[in-house]
């Protein structure tokens, strides 16, 4: 059965939207009315992408590790698209090494990407809604590595650990201006970041041995969910946290 997510004419900011989920964030929301600034550091994937959807993505590159220029991004929506409804904070690195041998600098990366971009974008779009008066939706993507710490990934689960507490506090403060702010921690998906368990046949039956549902998610999957966080249709929800990952937490 089709939803109407009452999205036509709402506008949206995504991050990290060249590939994977943050791509499928922007399809489904192109596909339910909504336009898009497209945001990430890969010109020619977002180049690519919006001569394929035309004129309803407006293709944006920008560094994360930029906070001012992740922020500009509120601005880069009302100059192309004349208003901003939502922002969904997706982009994200995962560099996986011993926490002992990883330099200082790539934890400061991971942060910077992963937790600070977020927050300024967030920041930024909540005192344009603030000052306009306007309701608005701030969708976070985070991990199942907020809510439970994994071996190798030490600065990404902190930074997505941040990410969901960031979320809370936000929900939190900014409720009383009908600003909205949740996050979503998706498990495994067959996107580039797990490219190297997806090429190895044996990596990958032990990687689903641990999905109660045996297998990945598909990034068209996180679409419906990142619409309704969006939409008016979730007008009551606001600091929750949604895990999409095939069972894989519950049975941690």
Known sequence: MAVDWGLDGHVTVVTGASRGLGEAAVRAMVAEGARAVAAARSAD??????????????????DMRDRAAVATLVDEAMA????????????GIAPASKFVDQP????????????????ALARR?????????QPG????????SALKGKPTLAAYSASKGGL???????AGEWARYDIRVNVIAPGAFETDA????????????ARLRKIPVRRMGQPDELGPLVCYLASEASGFVTGACFVIDGGEVSKL
């Open 104 to 119: 200082d600098d790539v934890f400061d990366e991971v942060l910077a990407v992963n937790l600070a971009a977020p927050a």
């Open 45 to 62: 994937a977002l180049a690519a992408l919006a001569d394929e959807l035309g004129d309803a993505v407006a293709a944006v590159p920008c």
């Open 137 to 144: 939706s701030v969708v976070n993507v985070a991990s199942t």
């Open 80 to 91: 192309r698209f004349g208003r901003l409804d939502s922002v969904v904070n997706n982009a």
């Open 194 to 205: 797990q490219s190297a368990v997806l090429g190895d046949p044996d990596t990958l039956t």
């Open 164 to 170: 969901l507490r960031l979320t809370e506090a936000l």
């Open 125 to 133: 779009a909540a005192s344009h809604w603030i000052d306009i008066g």
